[in-house]
């Protein structure tokens, strides 16, 4: 989609727009015309339909506004969701009731409100932490873990423009081979593993404080006040020198319960 013009907006008015939008939910249309994000080749909503679409019983952790499971054209007899913020449980609700889904409100972190072997088939895209063991233990044996997961380093232009240059341990700390080793430790057996760094492009900075509101993680306790100096200069080298760049990074991974 081509950039929205902004051009004759002023800084105050892109920052007190976007300071203002919600940002409950999983749904990025806000920033269509404002910004641009390629998308990882193996497309994950689709291929987490199809997997849907053969399970008896499936679980989504993590599930934000429930927009990603809610894209599936089918959802198998039995299907739960996790969601640990209350805004989005609400939301998630009143999107996944209606087809038959049950959310649950669940803290984040482990354990699973759940009994062991209770599923067939478990999801989750952009997990905050994934507590191996758990999935382990909710699977049914030759049960399926399927997610697409923030990768190493993602985003980190736009975290050092704001934070500074951070330590390695904490750029790597989310690389694909250490969820493998993860999983692996856990008895699963991963079936397939894929990684890839992915263009973004903000063309105003609206839609940098509306990012950064909503990906919380990115630079933790952002504020507009916080960090209005920065923001402003931002502002003026995106009218100088058109769209800021950075690099998403994400990860797939399926892992499977021996039989």
Do not use: C
Not at 63 to 88: K, R
Request: net charge negative; no cysteine; aromatic share 10%.
């Amino acid at each position: 989609m081509p950039a929205m013009d902004n051009s004759s907006r002023t800084f105050e008015d892109l920052v007190a727009e976007a300071a203002a939008v919600s940002v409950d939910g999983w749904d990025f249309s806000w920033f269509e015309g404002r910004a641009t994000e390629e998308r990882p080749s193996w497309g994950y909503a689709k291929a987490m339909g199809e997997r849907l679409a053969g399970a008896t019983a499936a679980l989504d952790i993590q599930t934000g506004g429930g927009e990603v499971l809610d894209s599936a054209p089918q959802l198998p007899p039995l299907m739960v969701a996790t969601e640990g913020w209350p805004p989005n449980v609400a939301r998630a609700t009143a999107l996944l009731h209606p087809r038959g889904a049950v959310v649950v409100a669940s803290p984040e972190e482990a354990p699973l409100p759940f009994a062991a072997e209770a599923f067939d088939l478990v999801t989750s895209r952009h997990p905050v932490d994934t507590y191996w063991a758990e999935i382990a233990r909710v699977l049914r044996p030759g049960g399926t873990y399927f997610s697409q997961q923030i990768g190493p380093a993602s985003a980190v232009e736009l975290v050092e423009y704001f934070l500074g240059p951070q330590p390695e341990e904490r750029k790597n700390a989310r690389d694909p081979e250490r969820a493998r080793a993860a999983a692996e430790a856990a008895g699963l057996d991963v079936v397939d593993l894929r990684a890839e760094r992915l263009r973004i492009e903000f063309f105003d900075i609206g839609a940098v404080v509306h990012f950064l509101r909503k990906v919380i993680w990115m630079v933790p306790g952002f504020t507009v006040d916080a960090y209005r100096p920065l923001l402003r200069s931002l502002h003026e080298r995106i009218e100088a020198e058109g769209p800021f760049v950075t690099h998403s990074a994400r990860f797939l991974i399926e892992a499977r319960k021996p039989a």
